[in-house]
């Protein structure tokens, strides 16, 4: 079965980087796959970031973070990252990859995703 292994969160001030990864494996490259970023903050649910359809199109990003994340697949297809830019407290949160091995109908949604990672610490604090 597909895992997926989030990195790359951390402790960073306001209008900092980072760049989150989620490597893919269990036999089955996350090529052809539709993948996703969603996050949850405390006390708060789990919320769509970013999304990509298999072929790569953006199929989602939230209001709060457009113009700011971007994802990008690497180039051995097995990766997937979310690069942040300009980074705000309100960002703080645990970071999570999901993937389909179809595009949802409706990709925001954390319930029409197989696969999970067990997420990642985003702290944005001064």
């Known amino acids: 079965q597909v895992q997926l292994v989030e990195s790359g969160g951390g402790l960073v001030q306001p209008g900092d980087s980072l760049t989150l990864s989620c490597q893919g494996s269990?036999?089955?490259?996350?090529?052809?796959?539709?993948v996703g970023w969603f996050r949850q903050a405390p006390g708060k649910g789990r919320e769509g970031v970013s999304c990509?359809?298999?072929?790569?199109?953006?199929?989602y990003s939230a209001n709060s973070v457009k113009g700011r994340f971007t994802m990008s697949r690497g180039s051995d297809k097995n990766t997937v990252y979310l690069r942040m830019n300009s980074l705000k407290p309100e960002d703080t949160a645990v970071y999570y990859c999901?993937?389909?091995?179809?595009?949802?109908?409706?990709?925001?949604?954390?319930?029409?995703?197989?696969?999970w990672g067990q997420g990642t610490q985003v702290t944005v604090s001064s």
């Open positions: 999901a993937a389909s091995p179809s595009t949802p109908w409706r990709t925001y949604l954390p319930s029409l995703y197989r696969y």
């Open positions: 269990g036999g089955s490259s996350l090529d052809g796959y539709a």
């Open positions: 990509l359809s298999s072929i790569d199109s953006v199929t």
